[in-house]
């Protein structure tokens, strides 16, 4: 269990608070989401769903930050895979506990993790899913350094996120997002670009999603 350097608040993460407005109110979450975002959940289930089917049972998934479980529902009952669902934050962690009950899933392991500072060895995970992720990292440059530390060599990443250069208006976000403590200082695609690259990470595809911008690459 890890308690990162990034942990300034006392309670929760802000986001356990903010989550439910935004993924859980059907009428403010979607014009939120609509407005901040701009993109379908589709492209999120399409790319885990891809990603997962290249898996071979036994492999190891690292999903973090789950959130609610969100990729859970693109998981087969019998995945026979070892699945960490990780967060920082516990009351995010009970949801997606709740998520994989609701699905009937056995074999998803929650645990408690800062993205700044992995409690796994160095490539032991075949496969890293950090969706709608980067632009609420304290560190997004920490993040994909260890996102990449902890992948085997051929393994997989694929995340989305909110980059700094996103088209107008999504990137209007940012100033909203960081007063609320919500979001961090972000990162625009070529940073995202050169950083994946120099931690080790080729094959390195962005493609844009309304304001999202989605990205997979391979483990050197
Ligand atoms: C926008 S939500 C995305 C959750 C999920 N991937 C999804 O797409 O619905 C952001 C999540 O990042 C988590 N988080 C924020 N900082 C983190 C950190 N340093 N390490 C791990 N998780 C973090 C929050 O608790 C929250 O659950």
Do not use: K, N
């Not at 903010?18 to 859980?24: A, C, E, Q, T």
């Not at 070892?82 to 009351?91: C, G, K, Q, V």
């Not at 632009?135 to 996102?147: K, L």
């Not at 088209?167 to 940073?191: D, K, N, Q």
């Amino acid at each position: 269990m890890a308690d990162g350097s990034s942990r300034t608040w006392q309670r929760d993460h802000p986001w356990a608070f903010v989550y439910d407005r935004i993924s859980g109110d059907p009428r403010l979450g979607a014009l939120l989401w609509r407005i901040g975002v701009g993109s379908s959940i589709d492209v999120l289930h399409g790319t885990a769903a891809r990603e997962l089917a290249r898996l071979e049972p036994g492999d190891t998934v690292l999903d973090i930050p789950c959130g609610g479980g969100v990729v859970l529902r693109d998981l087969p009952a019998d995945h026979g895979l070892r699945y960490l669902a990780a967060d920082i934050s516990p009351a995010m962690l009970e949801r997606t506990r709740a998520e994989s009950r609701r699905l009937g899933l056995t074999g998803i392991e929650t645990v408690e993790m800062d993205v700044g500072a992995l409690p796994l060895d160095d490539g032991a995970v075949d496969l890293v899913l950090t969706f709608t992720s980067l632009h609420c990292f304290p560190d997004p440059r920490a993040a994909i350094g260890e996102i990449a530390r902890v992948l085997a060599p051929g393994g997989r990443l694929a995340l989305s996120t909110i980059v700094t250069d996103a088209p107008w208006p999504y990137r209007g976000v940012w100033p909203l997002g960081r007063a609320a403590g919500v979001l961090g200082p972000g990162c625009s695609r070529a940073e995202l670009r050169s950083w994946a690259t120099q931690a080790g990470l080729a094959d390195v595809e962005l493609r844009p999603a309304g304001g999202l911008t989605y990205v997979t690459a391979t483990r050197a």
